[in-house]
């Protein structure tokens, strides 16, 4: 059950904010959960109480759903009920003073420098086609090059990518503009599928098609690669690779980019530019990942731990 309330507050999360669609769809799901749970106990949306929420919060944590996911839950209702305040619809919030549950510190999962060459080089040999392969080491260069996100990467407009471009331009998260320089190997593998994406073009132009103005297109209604068909290739090169598939995603590759960077000496409000993070506190995080690889290497590498 949904409650017109919701279509205001989504509508200005995405006018005010440049909430990305994704977001926005997140949480009209996660609304729509809170005002069924109020309705099968006989409440409604208008007149929640704060009892009402923290009881939403217990039978999620009744059915065993996950610190993040109620974490996540409480943030919709807490950004709908303080529009809703400040829009002068209820004149109090009463999710302001509710304590989210404790998530603890949660390390994104990485991949080694020997991982992601194996990855590489399985991408340049999957495809059943040559443009394929051509399309497939691109996606992987890029994306390890670059930090994006799947859905910067595979929604990236070809016109960004035209003239041999050393810096990328791209439109991320909540709207924000940044850019992002490639590599050598990932400037190259561009240069080669954009040559083979034009011949393509060339020849479906001669029967009456129109080009496709995305960098990556596809038959998909969006009319490009779709996160989800990227990510079952991505899954498809692990598993070529030799790489264990449920530890790998295209995610993984954006958090590699991140810690292979600090390792290396890259400073960390770089990083932060570079993977279009509002608040460097996000970024912080691959200081624990870099901090914990470096115990397990003292743990299992030097003599006295033996």
Known sequence: MSHPWFAAFLEAQQAERGAARNTIESYARDLRD???????????????????????????AADGRAPATRARRLSAIRGFYRFAFTEGLRGDDPAALIAGPSQGRHLPATLSEGDVEALLGAAAETGATHGERLRNTCLMEML????????????????????????????????????????????????DWLACRYAREAEAARKGATASPF????RAKAGHLTRTQFFLLVKGFAARAG??????????????????????????????????????????????????????IVLTRHPLSR
Do not use: C, W
């Open 34 to 60: 809170f005002a069924d749970h109020l309705m099968r106990r006989g409440g409604a949306v208008p007149e929640a109480t704060r009892a009402d929420i923290e009881d939403y919060l217990a039978a999620l």
């Open 144 to 191: 390890y090059a670059t930090g994006l996100r799947v859905s910067e990467l595979v929604s990236l407009p070809v016109a960004a990518a035209r003239g041999d471009p050393r810096m990328l331009f791209v439109r991320g998260k909540g709207g924000r503009e940044r850019m992002v320089p490639l590599s050598d190997p990932a400037r190259a593998a561009l240069s």
């Open 215 to 218: 960098l990556f297109p596809s």
């Open 243 to 296: 790489i264990d598939p449920a530890h790998v995603s295209p995610h993984t590759l954006r958090h590699a980019f991140a810690t292979h960077l600090l390792a290396n000496g890259a400073d960390l409000r770089a990083i932060q530019t570079l993977l279009g993070h509002a608040d460097v506190a996000t970024t912080e995080i691959y200081t624990h990942v870099l901090e914990e690889r470096l115990r397990q």
